[in-house]
């Protein structure tokens, strides 16, 4: 059974930064792309950033310069290297990942909470 194990969250000053990790575990099949998403309290989830197996990456507007995503497809682990982080950043984030059959599996989601 394919699980995400996602960890680093974690409350942060605003300006602060974390590093998020997110590890497939359940096959060794190569993931066609991993990426991260957000839901604040009464939003819809959105789309942080995404990574392909090629390395092609994705950002929303709102943290492009500031939140950098990489993968170790060895490893199906994903990062998420969050600076400059802001108080409008708070939000669960959830991990993603999607095969290569086109199957996507989710996380359970990691709190991020920037006090201003």
């Known amino acids: 059974q394919v699980q995400l194990l996602e960890s680093g969250g974690g409350l942060v000053q605003a300006g602060g930064s974390l590093k998020l990790s997110c590890a497939v575990s359940g096959t060794t099949s190569r993931m066609n792309s991993m990426g991260w998403y957000r839901q604040a309290p009464g939003n819809q989830r959105e789309l942080v950033a995404t990574v392909s197996r090629g390395s092609t990456t994705t950002y929303a507007d709102s943290v492009k310069g500031r939140f950098t995503i990489s993968m170790d497809n060895a490893k199906n682990t994903v990062y998420l290297q969050m600076n400059s982080l802001k108080p409008e950043d708070t939000a669960v984030y959830y991990c993603?990942?999607?095969?290569?059959?086109?199957?996507?599996?989710w996380g359970q989601g990691t709190q991020v909470t920037v006090s201003s």
């Open positions: 993603q990942c999607v095969t290569t059959y086109y199957v996507t599996y």
